[in-house]
């Protein structure tokens, strides 16, 4: 499915008819270049789930956590400062990727071979408006 957004107000849909899409499904990938949206459509698909924390970038942390409305995590990845595999098992990959709550990853690119078979690939794309695939 191709979702276009014309203007940042076209997020919600989006981010509402991903998780529809996909109601069972837990960890999803992001792809696209450097600014392209990733952690903003994040934020919005957390704003979607009740997320009651903040929600930024992990880009030196390398993942956070933020909590829902009714006490559910929300683990949100940043691999792009990952260089090698063993540092994402370092940071206990593997069990918050099989632990049945959403995850959203930017820069899988870094991981592709340690994604689940059913992960969901978001690519982000387009310049003045944005098209959003999955």
């Known amino acids: 499915m191709i979702i276009t957004i014309p203007t940042e107000a076209g997020l919600l849909p989006a981010a509402e008819t991903l998780l529809t899409s996909c109601p069972t499904r837990r960890v999803f ?3 696209g270049r450097m600014g392209a949206g990733k952690t903003t459509f994040i934020k919005v698909i957390c704003s979607v789930l009740k997320a009651v924390d903040v ?3 992990p880009s030196f942390a390398i ?25 994402v ?15 959203f990853i930017e820069w899988p690119e870094l991981v592709e ?21 999955f």
């Open 113 to 133: 071979e340690l994604l689940p078979d059913d992960v969901v690939r978001v690519r982000i794309s387009g310049e003045d408006e944005r098209q959003i695939e």
């Open 29 to 31: 990938a992001f792809y």
């Open 63 to 87: 993942i956070n956590e933020y909590k829902t409305s009714g006490g559910d995590s929300l683990f949100h990845f940043d691999f792009f400062r990952i260089r090698k595999t063993e540092e």
């Open 55 to 57: 929600v930024q970038s």
């Open 89 to 103: 098992f370092d940071i206990g990959y593997e069990d918050y990727i099989y632990s049945g709550a959403y995850c």
